[in-house]
């Protein structure tokens, strides 16, 4: 049968489960559409057909087929995600050659789960951009405008995702990384709570506590069902989320009760677009439609912790061992050395800054049971124009990703869902923050919007 590349990932699961379709006609259809579309995308850094094709052939095999909560599905690894045997050059020159002894416990869960891992996706050097682009990795195209950046640093993921390259991507968000591109390429992009997924074996955190890795898919049914997959603590990490009394997948299918929502639709940090200010005042209406209270509030969280996040960013890119700074991405060299001059004095006082107002920003929140704001301050960025120039960067990049880096401070879990275009024609998000360890209630609320603003149908016109 033909396959739909905008098919979602529980559908097309259903039909491997009731033997429709083969896992190997899956692996072949979407390696077929790789190579005939990255290559003006951008959106994979390394393609694996080898191990797509070993693992389609194994899953053929299998008995027990309902158990695999993936089974069948195609997706695709962040290029920052260690893997055996496939490099890991974290979108640098320094590690074009890096293979790492073991992989994240997360890549082999997807394995373990019954998918089939399609490549690598771009990423600027190190993750240090809001676009995709700089470093070793090619630029990774906005699929509605290819003049336009998908966004960073999960560029690749999100591209992948929105032009029907595998319908699950994994992503890493620092400040925005897996929302940011989402939001650019009218996908979901969920980032967790601080500790539902694990770094584990490589390491217990990442910038600070500020990232975590998480899903990116074309509708919050695909995240939950990812989420379900990707969650979980090792023994050992440093931070744990509480696991959730029901699968959060069955979140989609649960109807939130009248809530209390909070909205905070500007920022000191950066004017936000017209075209943004319009969606989001739309999507807040739609809220309102479905029966729950919006409330603007006074609160500012990116103005508070801008100081704490440009150290704290900076000093997890200056953290990696690099041989060769004078091959650095000129962009993300500006990070690197800034991180460099950091005391370790100053580091763990600013540590506990970050916590301080990070806890003063979920007491604010407290009383709500959610929290609307635009996901980024403007749409896509043209390939090649942000930031100005490389000494600019960490002046300017605040301005964009104003509403989306608080809560990586917080540990709140963040969702970013699809909310209408721009002008131009790009797409807009609408960024959701839940109550912490509150992705299941976080998931239903996305998932209530979803129903009322359909957005599936939509497609990418140059991939449809």
């Known amino acids: 049968?033909?396959?739909?590349?905008?098919?979602?990932?529980?559908?097309?699961?259903?039909?491997?489960?009731?033997?429709?379709?083969?896992?190997r006609e899956v692996a072949e259809f979407?390696?077929?559409?790789?190579?005939?579309?990255?290559?003006?995308?951008?959106?994979?850094?390394?393609?694996?057909?080898?191990?797509?094709?070993?693992?389609?052939?194994?899953?053929?095999?299998?008995r027990d087929r309902a158990d695999l909560p993936l089974l069948g599905v195609a997706y695709s690894l962040k290029d920052l995600t260690p893997t055996i045997g496939i490099p890991t050059t974290l979108g640098s020159r320094n590690f074009a050659d890096n293979r790492t002894p073991d992989e994240a416990v997360i890549a082999t869960r997807l394995a373990r789960a019954g998918g089939i891992l399609l490549g690598k996706t771009t990423t600027p050097e190190f993750g240090g951009r809001p676009t995709t682009e700089g470093g070793h990795c090619p630029t990774a195209h906005n699929p509605w405008n290819l003049d336009y950046n998908a966004g960073g640093s999960s560029g690749g993921a999100a591209a992948a995702v929105a032009a029907g390259l595998g319908p699950l991507?994994?992503?890493?968000?620092?400040?925005?990384?897996?929302?940011?591109?989402?939001?650019?390429?009218?996908?979901?992009?969920?980032k967790p709570s601080r500790g539902r997924l694990t770094y584990s074996p490589h390491r217990g955190e990442a910038w600070g506590g500020f990232a975590t890795r998480g899903p990116l898919a074309r509708s919050v049914r695909d995240a939950a069902m990812m989420l379900d997959v990707l969650a979980g603590p090792v023994v050992g990490d440093p931070y744990w989320a509480p696991p959730p009394e029901r699968p959060f997948a069955e979140s989609v299918s649960v109807t939130p009760r009248n809530l209390s929502i909070a909205s905070i639709a500007t920022s000191k940090l950066g004017a936000v677009d017209p075209d943004v200010a319009r969606s989001f005042e739309a999507a807040c209406a739609t809220m309102r439609e479905l029966g729950h209270r919006v409330e603007p509030i006074d609160l500012d969280p990116g103005a508070m912790l801008v100081d704490c996040g440009r150290i704290l960013i900076c000093v997890g890119i200056a953290a990696i061992p690099v041989a060769h700074p004078e091959w650095v991405d000129p962009v993300v060299l500006e990070m690197y050395e800034h991180g460099r001059k950091v005391s370790g004095a100053e580091y763990v006082n600013l540590v506990a800054a970050m916590h301080n107002i990070a806890r003063a920003i979920v007491e604010r929140l407290d009383p709500y049971d959610a929290l609307l704001t635009p996901t980024m301050t403007r749409p896509a960025m043209r390939n090649g124009t942000f930031p100005s120039r490389p000494e600019r960067y960490l002046d300017e990049l605040w301005t964009w990703i104003a509403f989306e880096y608080p809560f990586n401070a917080t540990g709140q879990p963040a969702v970013t869902i699809p909310a209408g275009f721009s002008n131009g024609g790009l797409p807009i998000g609408l960024q959701i923050v839940g109550r912490p360890h509150g992705e299941f209630e976080l998931l239903?609320?996305?998932?209530?919007?979803?129903?009322?603003?359909?957005?599936?149908?939509?497609?990418?016109?140059?991939?449809?």
């Open 444 to 464: 239903s609320l996305a998932a209530a919007f979803e129903r009322a603003r359909p957005w599936a149908h939509l497609r990418p016109p140059l991939f449809a």
């Open 169 to 190: 991507a994994e992503g890493s968000d620092g400040g925005g990384s897996i929302r940011g591109p989402a939001s650019n390429c009218g996908v979901v992009g969920l």
């Open 1 to 23: 049968m033909s396959i739909d590349p905008y098919i979602e990932a529980w559908e097309l699961r259903e039909l491997v489960v009731r033997g429709e379709l083969r896992p």
């Open 30 to 62: 979407f390696l077929d559409r790789i190579a005939r579309i990255n290559p003006q995308l951008g959106a994979y850094m390394i393609v694996t057909p080898d191990r797509a094709l070993a693992d389609a052939t194994r899953l053929e095999t299998v």
